[in-house]
């Protein structure tokens, strides 16, 4: 018998319309858990190296994460992984909400899709009943309108919903997958979906999921929700609100945006505006809060309440997230409350809302500075909302100019040309990021921002204090409960760490330090991306409910794998490695792997150098970036040993890696 | 007859419809205190609450599952609420024909909440203990119950009775029924 997964997946070839329900190998979840994990063994094992993101062979794999359905709080998440058309490189966009647990309930861990539908379609999971069916009439549909029809037309009403808008049909390059009150928005994987003919996907289960020791695991669950109790009656003191309380950042919960307004950027990712949040501004977000957010809500089994339903007079109700709340405002130099209707419009269509208030701006920015001129606008209004929803429009439907814009401002850049790839300046690895600008090198930061292949900050930071504590006893204080720490170690790195002096920024933590520090970061959310665990309980947070130290008995009990800190840590190593195998096998290399050339105003490259070689050596890959033969083997990972010497990977040339271009561009910086 | 007065314990889960997040924690703990063994497995198809929920149209309504019903109801109603239009069944605890809730996925047999009975007694059901936005209070209130109210039920039917059929007839009947306990 199988624990906490159900040991099916579910085989969809759309080309064929061919429907199998395959059985896993219980050794691939001992050896790669489940989610993120045993979805990169899938991509590995059947995704060639040269399969762009359009091809027929690509997949796009809907992974529930091992332990949803189960009683875990807060384990919920739905692991999209499929070949980025953006990055040309692993996508792994993840989404909450109630879709995982379903599929479960249903029977299944994985829906697997690979081939494309020549018609749009979308596919019923009723238990054991699988169809494919027609979706025209959805044709054009808005993601939350689709997920809306299917649930009448099916007279399904607790039927989950995974659905694409127009951007995924014209497959955008940062479409989104919306489910409700989620999204899984990263990588342009809801471009995939579109390309596949697949319009959504709706499931509805009513099967049992079991677990190996209840009584132990009931306890487990049981001290995760006290400490749940326990941190809202008590935030951590010394951090920003956001930081000092669990859940995804407390977005909807609050007006005052004080702090995001003033530090982060507005525009292309260009200007501070320290002075933004005045009074009459307070007031007037505050009445925009109240007047739209209906309800906190919540994904399934999840105390933490990170949604908001949003109703604006005169437009169709959404559920809103996170940070999408003030990217389009501050992309647009805008309000509060043009924030909030175009991100209505943004979810029907589906889009990434990182990405494509970024490339409006960056349009927008093209435009003032005569590199686009007002031909390629044609009939575009003279205001900055209008501009930004008539952008939306036409990138959506790959209209005019919006057709470029469509692809994102790299390849937008390339097709553009005269100079536009300076105004594409906030990417790493091809995909946009969070408008962060800021003065002094952060060296774990560095790390985390050019080694990450989710290629996206807040999924990968989390654990250790983002920035030292000014006074001693505070940061003494800090470390009294902390016992999320996998080793005392770093206790004595957080109580050395000054904000100024010797052991500050960027030399103080030391390389040795960063790497340890960011390889904790890391993994904590690998784990959670196998499991299925939200990093809002977790690996987001300093001092989480869910840490190394009880997760590996989630697994135990849960999953009836035998895990304790080293094996669960040595399993996400392996699969955190085959992620970056597949990476490297499409051509990633240590020269993609560096944060934007202006995030930081003081760089040090030498000491970049330093800690990229250092970090490199500490996770077993070589001065390039790419997995060492030993280390391989090591990992249990032979099978992409032996590949990378038929390839001959390990022959390439590795370049002169002193990042000559971070100081050719440092000029950039002075942009905003 | 001397009116006895006896006092009696009401448990009552006090459902705030406005402080429901809508996670379903309800619903998926009490499955698995359900299952058997206990804990062992978990299908909120299978729990005795249900969060009745339309997201978009804000509605969330925690319902406990009842007695079973043969039928169902002539007619449904809908209610409006502070703007927000409910079906009559989303308060409805019935397991009926109707619908498909409170009923076993597979045989299709009704359940019923027993507020988590068991031994020994748990201080709450476990549905408000999981429920951290405090959408479930669980609350136990003692209520006098007189045993004259029985007694009273009985003189009226019979009185009813009486009326309809007559005294004579209803002395008869009962000789008769007397006569036949005895045989």
């Known amino acids: 018998m199988r624990y906490a997964e159900t040991g099916f997946n579910l085989e969809i070839d759309l080309t064929r319309r061919n429907i199998e329900r395959v059985a896993t190998d219980p050794t691939d979840t001992a050896l790669y858990m489940g989610g993120l994990g045993t979805n990169a063994k899938l991509i590995w094992d059947r995704v060639p190296p040269e399969t762009d993101a359009f091809a027929p062979e690509n997949l796009l794999i809907f992974g529930a994460g091992i332990l949803c359905g189960t009683l875990a709080p807060g384990c919920n998440r739905t692991i999209v992984s499929t070949i980025s058309p953006l990055t040309n490189l692993m996508a792994f966009s993840m989404m909450g909400g109630f879709w995982a647990p379903e599929l479960k309930y249903a029977g299944y861990d994985k829906v697997v899709l690979r081939g494309k539908s020549s018609d749009l379609v979308y596919i019923w999971i009723h238990n054991d009943k699988v169809e494919i069916r027609d979706a025209s009439h959805l044709k054009g549909k808005g993601a939350i309108e689709t997920a809306d029809i299917l649930r009448k037309e099916l007279d399904e009403p607790k039927a989950q919903v995974s659905a694409i808008g127009l951007a995924g049909e014209n497959r955008v390059y940062y479409a989104s997958i919306e489910q409700g009150r989620s999204s899984a928005s990263r990588g342009g994987i809801g471009a995939v979906m579109g390309d596949k003919g697949v319009k959504a996907i709706v499931v509805r289960g009513t099967k049992d999921i079991n677990v190996a020791q209840p009584a132990e695991y009931l306890k487990l669950c049981n001290e995760v929700l006290e400490f749940i109790k326990f941190r809202e009656k008590n935030p951590i003191p010394g951090v920003i609100p956001i930081l000092g309380v669990l859940g995804s950042p407390q977005e909807m919960a609050i007006h005052d945006e004080k702090w995001h307004t003033e530090n982060f950027m507005w525009g292309n990712a260009r200007t501070r505006r320290k002075d933004f949040w005045t009074d009459d501004v307070d007031k007037e977000w505050l009445k925009t809060m109240e007047v739209s957010r209906k309800r906190l809500i919540s994904c399934y089994n999840c105390p933490l309440k990170c949604g908001a339903t949003i109703s604006i007079p005169g437009l169709p109700t959404y559920m809103m997230k996170c940070f999408s709340k003030l990217t389009y405002t501050m992309a647009a130099y805008s309000n509060l409350d043009f924030g909030l209707r175009i991100a209505q419009r943004a979810t029907e269509y589906g889009v990434d809302g990182y990405s494509a208030p970024q490339v409006m701006a960056f349009a927008l920015e093209l435009l003032e500075n005569g590199i686009l001129t007002a031909d390629d606008f044609p009939g575009m209004p003279e205001d900055s909302d209008g501009r930004f929803y008539w952008l939306l429009d036409r990138i959506v439907r790959r209209e005019g100019i919006g057709d470029i814009l469509a692809n994102g401002t790299h390849w937008a850049a390339n097709h553009i040309g005269k100079g536009a790839h300076e105004y594409a300046h906030n990417n790493i690895k091809k995909q946009e990021q969070l408008p962060l600008k800021l003065s002094m090198l952060n060296p774990i930061y560095f790390l985390m921002y050019a080694t990450g292949e989710k290629i996206s900050i807040t999924q990968i930071e989390g654990q250790f204090p983002q920035g030292p504590f000014p006074e001693l006893k505070d940061r003494e204080e800090f470390c009294a409960d902390w016992f999320q720490v996998p080793d005392e170690k770093f206790k004595q790195y ?40 939200c990093a809002g309980l977790s690996s987001f947070h300093m001092k989480a409910a869910y840490h190394i130290h009880n997760l590996p008995k989630f697994i135990t009990y849960g999953a009836g794998i035998e895990m304790d800190e080293e094996a669960i840590s040595f399993a996400a190593k392996r699969y955190r490695t085959l992620v970056r195998a597949i990476n490297i096998s499409r051509g990633m290399r240590r020269k993609d792997e560096k944060p934007p050339a202006d995030h930081w105003k003081k760089r040090f490259p030498e000491l970049e150098k330093e800690l990229l070689d250092t970090y490199y050596k500490y996770k077993g890959w070589n001065n390039n970036g790419i997995p060492t033969e030993e280390f391989l083997r090591e990992m249990g990972l032979d099978y992409v040993a032996d590949d990378f010497l038929q390839w001959g990977i390990y022959d390439e040339v590795v370049e002169e890696v002193l990042d000559t271009e971070t100081k050719s561009m440092e000029g950039a910086n002075n942009a905003g | 007859m001397q009116a006895e007065k006896k006092k009696k314990v009401i448990k009552t889960i006090r459902i705030d419809v406005d402080k ?125 119950v007189s045993e004259e109210t029985t007694v009273d039920e009985l003189e009226m039917g019979l009185d009813a009775l009486a009326n309809k059929y007559g005294l004579n007839k209803l002395n008869e009947l009962l000789a008769k029924m007397t006569a036949s306990k005895k045989g």
């Open chain 1, 494 to 533: 957080f109580l050395d760490w000054e904000p100024r002096g010797e052991k500050s920024n960027p030399y103080y933590p030391t390389v040795e330090m960063c790497c340890d520090i960011v390889d904790w970061q890391e993994r904590m959310h690998y784990i959670d991306d196998a499991l299925g665990m």
């Open chain 2, 20 to 144: 429901c997040n809508g996670c379903r924690a309800c619903e998926v703990i009490c499955s698995s205190f359900h299952a058997s063994p206990k804990y062992s497995s978990n299908n909120p198809a299978r729990s005795r609450i249900r969060v009745i929920r339309d997201p978009i149209a804000d509605i969330y309504v925690p319902v406990y599952a009842g007695e079973y019903a043969v039928a169902e109801c002539a007619g449904r109603d809908k209610y409006t609420i502070d703007g927000k239009e409910y079906d009559e069944c989303a308060f409805c605890r019935a397991s009926c024909p109707s619908r498909s809730e409170f009923k076993e996925p597979d045989s299709g047999l009704p359940l019923k909440c027993d507020m988590c009975s068991s031994d020994p007694t748990l201080e709450q059901p476990l549905c408000v203990q999981w429920c951290l936005a405090d959408a479930l209070i669980y609350e136990e209130r003692e209520e006098e």
